[in-house]
């Protein structure tokens, strides 16, 4: 997608730290990071938001799901708790529109998030 500053990281026009990329999902540092791991994955294929996941297919979906858990193992995050979070809409503070999860550990979470 044109003008999309994911596609653009995706497709390695914009530079990134990447954390894991197979064909369907890129997982890279959030650039202004909110936690000591603070990750961003993304599916290749742009989507809006969560409001269009369908449009992703269940196996892509199913592989996001497996990379949080396999990205919990492998940055012990579990122990300690960590949280995803995928803010959509601007009231939710949505900033990019391409779906997003954000991957955040290492640090204590309050509750309600503001
Ligand atoms: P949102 O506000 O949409 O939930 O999250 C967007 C996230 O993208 C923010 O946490 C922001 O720091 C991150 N971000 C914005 N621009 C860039 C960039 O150019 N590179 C990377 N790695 N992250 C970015
Ligand atoms: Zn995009």
Known sequence: MENCLFCKIINKEIDSSIV???D???VF???NPKAPVHFLMVPKKHVKSIMEIEELGYDTIKEMMDMVVKIAKNYELSKDGFRIVTNTGIGAGQS???LHFHIMGKRKFGWPPG
């Open 29 to 31: 540092k959030d650039i």
């Open 96 to 98: 990019v529109e391409h």
């Open 20 to 22: 894991y990329e197979t």
């Open 24 to 26: 369907n999902v890129l």
